[in-house]
Every structure is written in structure tokens, then in C-alpha cells.
């Protein structure tokens, strides 16, 4: 099921959701294209998407009352013959408090996993859910529908390195996942409370200070590296000068330590997996 599954999605998600403008694809959509009662529709209970900000459906709403419904819902087709949302749920409740009585949908035929890849891959490239939306429903794909991590990644466009580092948020305690979901923490500052100690703690802390993700990260280190730090003598103008261009063309921490004759090493400090992929491919590029 999987090889046909990665078939169908191979035809490309604008095919899916009805964005493909070549005459081919519109004809088919023009053949799949229907108007159904609003009360024959349901949302999928594996969509990603669990949180609708009030303002945006107000607004849609009163778009679809002067306008009516431009896009068309893509459903597929339950066995008790009523229709469950692929992509549209937010559409969908609008055209609820509109009022609409019928809504155009595209019809799919679709099984769970390709389901769910459609909504999350939609919503992340509309930028539609917080990160631990895109935690979970990664983490679903890959333990609910047998997703290996690199189809995963070969299917929503991102590294297995952001795959791995977005699905570590849910590790983190109850009351930081809350934080995250209200906006009150972003992903960056949620990502430097992962390995931390006390992450809630230091998630009140973050919030309360109003810290950037840079001053989070300099919160999260122990004292004794910080200390260390500061017991380690000055080094040469030159030396200083010479980290600073390093880090700037990097993006990275870069630190130098000259011994004169004997050499010296080079230290670049990484964070992330991104970020030591993306060191690794610019040295195999000069090769």
C-alpha cells in the first residue's frame, strides 16, 4: 500500500487539493466537483489542524456570506457514505456559521495515511498549525501509518534533522506544551527548553522576561560552562578578529585556539541537526 500510496502523492499535492491549473487537471476537478449538504460533511479526526484562531473564522465567515465559497473542500468518501474533510476544515466551520446550507467539494479517493499527509502537508505550507501540530501529526504518520523518517521527509519537503528536532517538543512537560500551543513560547524558544533541567521552570522564566530565543539559550547553559568561560584568559586581537569573520560567514559559533608552532584546533558549535548538515554540505562543496 505504501509504493501506492507514494505513486498517488507523486502526482503532487496541488493535483490533490484542486491547485493544479493545467486543462488536464481541471477537467478531472470539473468531473469530481459537487455541491453536498454542509450536514453531510464531517471533520477528519486525523487532521493535524486543532486550533482555529475566533478572528480568522469570523472574517472568513463574513467573506462566504458576500462572496459565497470560492474554494472548493476536498473530501473523500466514508463507508457510511457521508463525507470526511482531506483539506478545508477551516472552510469548512465558516461556511457553518454563514449559514451555508450546501458547499462545493472535490472528491478523493483516499486512504487514512494519505489523508492525513495531505492535511499536514497542506497546513505546512500554508503555515496553518504551531509546531506541536506538526510534532504530532509527524509523529502519527510515523507510528499510526508506518511512515519511515525519510519518506516522511521526502513527502513534506523538510530534513529528517526538522522532523527529529520538531517531534523532541513533545517530550517536553504538559504545562510548556500549553505555553507553545498559546503562542506565549515559539518553536525556537521551545526547542532550547528540550534539553533543559527544569523546562518548566524556565519556560515561566522566558515568558515573564519577555526573552528572545538568543537570551533563552544563553539561559538554558549551566553555570559552569558560563563560568568557564569566563576564567579563560583574552586572546590576541587578531585571533578575535579571525573568529568573528568565521562565525559571520557560518552562522554558527566558531572558536579558535592558537598554540603558535604546535598548531591550534578550530571549534564550530552546532545546536541543531540543520546545522550540522548544512556545515557538512558546504565542506563537501569545496571538494
Known amino acids: ?8 502523492l507523486g502526482r503532487g499535492l496541488a493535483a490533490l487539493i484542486g ?26 479526526p486525523h487532521n493535524p489542524r486543532k486550533r482555529f484562531a475566533e478572528d480568522e473564522l469570523e472574517d472568513l ?9 470560492l474554494q472548493p473542500l476536498v473530501v473523500r468518501i466514508l463507508p457510511s457514505g457521508s463525507f470526511e474533510i482531506v483539506a478545508g476544515e477551516r472552510r ?28 499536514l502537508i497542506e497546513n505546512i505550507q500554508r503555515s496553518d498549525l504551531n509546531p506541536l501540530e506538526e510534532a504530532r ?21 523538510k530534513s529528517r534533522s526538522h522532523i527529529a528536532n520538531t517531534m523532541r517538543l513533545l517530550t517536553l512537560p504538559e504545562s510548556v506544551r500549553q505555553q507553545i ?10 526547542r532550547t527548553l528540550v534539553t533543559a533541567e527544569s523546562p518548566s521552570e524556565l519556560a515561566d522564566r522566558i515568558i515573564q522576561l519577555g526573552l528572545s530565543v538568543r537570551e533563552a539559550e544563553t539561559l538554558t547553559r549551566k ?23 568565521l562565525a559571520e560567514s557560518t552562522g554558527l559559533k566558531v572558536e579558535v585556539n592558537d598554540r603558535g608552532a604546535k598548531g591550534g584546533t578550530i571549534t564550530i558549535t552546532y545546536k541543531t541537526l540543520e546545522q550540522l548538515e548544512d556545515i557538512c554540505r558546504r565542506m563537501q562543496s569545496q571538494h
Open 92 to 119: 469548512w466551520r465558516a461556511a457553518q456559521r454563514a449559514g451555508v446550507h450546501e458547499l462545493p467539494v472535490l472528491i478523493r479517493e483516499l486512504s487514512d495515511g494519505e489523508a492525513l499527509e495531505i492535511a
Open 223 to 245: 553555570p559552569e560552562a558560563a563560568a568557564s568561560e569566563k576564567r579563560r584568559p583574552e586572546k590576541p586581537a587578531d585571533t578575535v578578529a579571525l573568529e568573528k569573520t
Open 61 to 69: 465567515a463574513r467573506s462566504i456570506k458576500e462572496k459565497g465559497l
Open 19 to 44: 491547485d493544479d491549473t493545467s486543462e488536464e487537471a481541471v477537467i478531472q476537478d470539473v468531473r469530481s466537483l459537487r455541491h453536498i449538504p454542509i450536514d453531510l460533511i464531517q471533520a477528519s
Open 1 to 8: 500500500m505504501m509504493q501506492a500510496q507514494k505513486k498517488r
Open 137 to 157: 501529526g509527524y509523529s502519527q504518520l510515523l507510528e499510526q501509518f508506518n511512515y519511515t523518517q525519510q519518506q516522511l521527509a521526502e513527502s513534506v519537503g
Open 181 to 190: 500551543e498559546s503562542g506565549q513560547l515559539t518553536a525556537g524558544h521551545a
